[in-house]
DNA sequence: GTTGTAATTTACCAACAGGTTAATTAACCA
DNA sequence: TGGTTAATTAACCTGTTGGTAAATTACAAC
């Protein structure tokens, strides 16, 4: 895989599971195990996303006896948010279309009211 | 993989080769010979990542003789636009913060001027 | 029909992703 | 000390990714 920042962030966030745990975690600070329980999967499974969340930045991790406690990190979501904005023009411009024609209806509207 | 819709562009977009092919069909329509010009891989990768990108919703194609135009369609990153702008609050909130520490110094600027 | 060009398909490969079970580490409790 | 809980590591398996080279399809131009 790409090692570039950008392709870390969006390949963690190319999986729901991850998706979940960081939308758990927007919520507050949490325990590897409370993260885990809304899954069917087992703890080294969760371990792992964990970890690739971690390595992209997403998340940070304290120490509290034998919890570790993760936290959001959302600072490399500034770099997606950027990144994507540059094309909202894009998927913009058929909606604009679109409000054109129904313009040119109701203009067409108005001519038949007359 | 997961197959989502959410998950499909966010996987589409973690490949740099990926994503410059869309800077590059955000200039308009073209072929893939014209769009693997620019990298240092063969012809039938770049076919590979169209069709990651095709599956994803973010190129179509048409046909022109043996050529296959490439467009963008960028209706999917809506969703992506979407979804990150949920955690905005969290990237920009230490900013916050060092706004209120800012404001708090030139506060104390001020007591000092008196 | 033959030749040239655009692009895809096929077959193959190495590396990686995402999951499992079992073992291990680390800390707390009593 | 021994037992429990939290979490990770290790070993393993399967399917997928990202690339290649070679063959094939499709069209155009002569």
Redesign the interface.
């Known amino acids: 895989?790409?090692t570039?920042q950008?392709?870390l962030t969006?390949?963690a966030?190319?999986?729901?599971t991850r998706?979940a745990i960081?939308t758990r975690l927007?919520f507050g600070e949490t325990s590897v195990k409370e993260l885990a329980q809304p899954f069917k999967m087992t703890l080294p499974a969760i371990s792992k996303h964990l970890k690739v969340l971690e390595r992209a930045g997403l998340v940070a991790r304290g120490r509290d006896a034998q919890w570790r406690p993760c936290r959001?990190e959302?600072?490399p979501?500034?770099e997606?948010?950027d990144?994507?904005?540059?094309?909202?023009r894009?998927?913009e411009?058929?909606l604009d279309r679109l409000e054109d024609y129904l313009r040119e209806l109701q203009a067409q509207e108005k001519n038949s009211d007359v």
């Open positions: 895989m790409a570039d950008l392709s969006f390949s966030l190319a999986d729901p998706r960081l927007a959001l959302a600072k979501l500034e997606v948010a990144w994507v904005e540059q094309y909202r894009f998927w411009e058929r």
